[in-house]
Structures are given as structure tokens and as C-alpha cells.
């Protein structure tokens, strides 16, 4: 996924209000960018770090851009933008990049299902049924490790998405939970438990019911962002 029209650099001075960052361009321009990502961004930004972020012309726009990546405390770049995960994970299905869900002839995003009111990332469809495949984009890593975890927030509804793969599982349905590292320098993921201990506990869950658990990571930088090759997913660390 290239992007287009190309990423402008700046400098961070602060996010705040949890959708508003104020940067200063490599012009010394001064914005004020919507931040696109409803989490903590724990240890994802840095004030003063790079960042890259995408111009709007649109006059119905309050706000002039959107940032896309920042440089993390370890030096590290992250697509912080978390509505790239699906069109990219779309991307590498289509592609045939994502061997485990190959084959499929059929694709459809957003997809009611389960018993509390949820919907599905994508439904691949397949001769011998339908595989539900839920999407998370990860990007928490620290200081002297390539693991990253997931979440960085406490994080009721992917807890809520876990429990309605399990179900599907349990009934025989091929359920995934696909997580999408948008960090670099990552080799393995696991869930953060010293965050969200029960969202952990509802991956452990998903997992003994019979959900698969997938990871794959990308390459990124300020031209384009694409899903490369598969990472370990380490459970119970």
C-alpha cells in the first residue's frame, strides 16, 4: 500500500484530547492533525519525534491532516493509524501473501455475526465453509525487545471479539484472530497481560476453543506500508 498522495514530515510537540496532535512541519508550518488511533499509544510516540502525516484539501475537513507514522521512544517507526489495517490485511489476502487463509473465493468486510451484536473484519469464503477473521494493528514494543503486545489500553470490545470467535469455533466454524504488527524491528507478539489481564485471559480462552491466532508484520516507511512475512505469537507470556 504506497501512500498516496505522499507523506509530509514534521516534528511532535503534543497529542492531546486523544484525536488532536500538534506538529510542526519541516517548513516550520504549525498544525494541529487528527490523530486516527482511539488507544493509548503507549510508548509509540515520543514529543519531538519525527512523525509523517497526510494532507487533505478538502474544505468540509476541520482539521488539515492526519497522522499516519510516528518514531517510537526506541526508534522504531509505527503506522499509528489504525484504519490502514484492514485495507492492508485486505491487500495481502487478495494478494495470496497470507498462505493460512489462501484459496478463498470469496471476501466480504463487516459482517454481522455472533450474539452480541458484533461484526466480522472479513468473511473468507471457501468450498468447505467460511472463515471469520478478525483484525487487530499492533503497536506496542519496548526498550531492548522484538516483541511487541496487544493492547495497549484496556480494551473491552477486543475482548468482547474474542469471545464471539471462541463461539464460532466451538460450533465447528473456522474462526482467526489476525493480528497486524504496524511496528518495525518486531519478531513475535504476545498479548499484554500487565495491561489488560482480561483480555489475555480471553485470547487463552479463544485459543483452547479452537481459534487460530495468527500475526504478521510489516514493512514501513514514509513511502509505503506492506505486510511482509508471518511473526511468532508467544501466548501465556
Not at 43 to 71: A, H, Y
Not at 162 to 173: F, T
Not at 194 to 213: H, M, R, T, W
Request: glycine share 8%; proline share 5%; with cysteine.
Amino acid at each position: 500500500m504506497r501512500f498516496d498522495p505522499p507523506l509530509e514530515e514534521g516534528r511532535l510537540i503534543r497529542r492531546y484530547k486523544r484525536f488532536l496532535a500538534d506538529i510542526e512541519t519541516v517548513t516550520g508550518e504549525m498544525l494541529t492533525i487528527h490523530c486516527p488511533n482511539t488507544g493509548s499509544m503507549f510508548n509509540c510516540m515520543v514529543e519531538g519525534g519525527q512523525v509523517w502525516f497526510s494532507r487533505s484539501n478538502d474544505p468540509k475537513r476541520k482539521l488539515p491532516g492526519t497522522w499516519e507514522i510516528s518514531e517510537t521512544p526506541q526508534g522504531r517507526l509505527a503506522c499509528v493509524n489504525t484504519a490502514r489495517a484492514n485495507p492492508l490485511i485486505e491487500e495481502a489476502l487478495r494478494a495470496g501473501l497470507i498462505s493460512e487463509l489462501a484459496g478463498f473465493t470469496g471476501l466480504k468486510r463487516e459482517v454481522p455475526y455472533g450474539q452480541e451484536n458484533s461484526r466480522i473484519d472479513f468473511r473468507l469464503d471457501y468450498p468447505h465453509g467460511p472463515a471469520f477473521v478478525e483484525v487487530k494493528s499492533v503497536t506496542l514494543g519496548f526498550d531492548g525487545s522484538a516483541v511487541a503486545a496487544f493492547p495497549d489500553a484496556v480494551t473491552q470490545r477486543g475482548a468482547k471479539h474474542l469471545r464471539e470467535l471462541a463461539c464460532l469455533a466451538r460450533d465447528g466454524v473456522r474462526a482467526v484472530q489476525l493480528y497486524c504488527v504496524n511496528l518495525t524491528g518486531i519478531e513475535a507478539v504476545r498479548p499484554a497481560v500487565e495491561i489488560d489481564p482480561g483480555y489475555a485471559a480471553a485470547l487463552a480462552e479463544a485459543k483452547a476453543s479452537g481459534v487460530e491466532v495468527l500475526a504478521y508484520g510489516v514493512t514501513l516507511t514514509a513511502e509505503e506500508v506492506r505486510v511482509e512475512r508471518r511473526l511468532e505469537v508467544l501466548l501465556g507470556v
